[in-house]
């Protein structure tokens, strides 16, 4: 019988479960069984994915794994990153987004004749999925993509591509349309009635040149450690509150008492404006995003310098890095190869390192390491519900 099952014992970092014997195969979990002719037989972590879409839509990769098992897949892509890095430490329980939680998204959308296709893009393709249904949106979010078909019906020329980014903000949902011209009086009143009859906190329109708003009742904000923080359209935040709440959490723990923070690749400020007994240094080089913090925090009167820095090209030196009780490091998927160095030349006692790669965090792990960092855990958490998407926070210490 050995020779014709085999069974799944982990999912690779694309999300195909693998079997023992080290084949691949799509849609299976840890647990299940391969058998002869190439079936499975679905273990005890093997879940009826929810979602209508799945596995076409790109959206999500995982909704076969139950948590355990896609808990499990975020601790082993954890595990190996540090391991092709020779590091190892302790990996925590991932903290996981329940479904139905993002407030920010980009979802693409067509015109197909008369009609609108409108959702997200095949894994590794480009044919969209028209969605009917989301289980990984927030409600407030899905309930504009019908609505929003019908605008752009009759706004997107010929069999143009576009793209619809959404966020939900202290006004209400955020809508940016990227990459569409809306000239004259008729596309003007639409988008305005548009916007008036769905309660939009904003409408903006990006026809290659940045965004304009087309309609904003009034400024609009996210709150971030109490403070509330312009918003400008389309920039980052945390794809969910769980996971926004969650990295604040550990950051908080890792920084602990310090007195002077500073916050590198600052974005609108999520790890700052939580330090509110600190004094701040925010570096960031987009220019907006900068701006806004600065702008919130002069309002809230934090201690908080904000300095519009590109630190990959500019990296804080260790003469400066001393001053600091505490570094956090919250990069792009890129990582922060050139900022680790320097830190890992600095005496800063404590580094809190939040990632959203686990690969470029594994390396700039291994360089803080080899500075005289000790790496002593790492936290993961689970924002992309059923993405392969890693995000971690890991705490360094001298």
């Not at 291994?366 to 790496?375: A, F, M, S, V």
């Amino acid at each position: 019988m050995s020779l014709n099952i085999d069974e799944i014992v982990r999912i690779a970092g694309r999300g195909d479960g693998v079997t023992q014997d080290g084949r691949h195969v799509r849609f299976a979990a840890p647990g299940d069984v391969l058998n002869a002719d190439g079936s499975l037989t679905h273990g005890p972590h093997h879940q009826k994915p929810p979602c209508k879409h799945f596995p076409e839509c790109g959206g999500c990769q995982l909704q076969h794994l139950d948590d355990h098992a896609w808990s499990g897949f975020i601790r082993d892509r954890v595990g190996g990153a540090l391991a092709a890095q020779g590091l190892e430490t302790e990996i925590r329980t991932p903290l996981l987004s329940p479904p139905n939680t993002r407030r920010r998204a980009t979802l693409h959308a067509e015109r197909r004749g008369r009609q609108v296709r409108m959702g997200f893009t095949e894994q590794n393709s480009h044919t969209l999925i028209d969605i009917e249904e989301c289980w990984i949106l927030a409600p407030e979010l899905f309930q504009l993509v019908a609505p929003l078909r019908g605008l752009l019906a009759a706004l997107i020329p010929g069999n143009r591509r576009i793209n619809v980014h959404l966020a939900q903000t202290d006004q209400g949902r955020d809508v940016l349309i990227d990459g569409l011209e809306a000239e004259g009086l008729a596309a003007a009143e639409a988008i305005t009635a548009f916007a008036h009859r769905h309660q939009l906190a904003r409408l903006s329109m990006d026809e290659g040149f940045g965004p304009t708003a087309r309609w904003e009742p009034e400024p609009v904000t996210v709150t971030l450690g109490g403070v509330a923080v312009p918003f400008p359209p389309g920039n980052f935040l945390q794809a969910t509150p769980e996971g926004e709440a969650a990295l604040v959490a550990v950051v908080r723990d890792i920084v602990g008492d310090a007195r002077a923070v500073a916050d590198l690749f600052a974005g609108l400020g999520t790890f700052t404006f939580a330090l509110p007994h600190a004094r701040v240094y925010a570096g960031e080089a987009a220019r907006d995003p900068i701006l806004a913090l600065k702008a919130a925090a002069a309002r809230a009167q934090r201690t908080v310098f904000a300095d519009h820095r590109d630190l990959f090209r500019r990296p804080l030196q260790p003469k400066d890095l001393n001053n600091f009780d505490a570094v956090v490091l919250d990069p792009p998927r890129a990582g922060a190869r050139e900022q680790a160095a320097e830190i890992a030349a600095s005496t800063v006692p404590v580094v809190a390192y939040v990632s959203c790669n686990p690969n470029t965090f594994a390396r700039d792990a291994e360089t803080l390491c080899k500075g005289g960092y000790r790496l002593d855990w790492v936290q993961p958490v689970g924002q992309f519900r059923w993405s392969t998407h890693v995000e971690l926070a890991a705490r360094f210490s001298r």
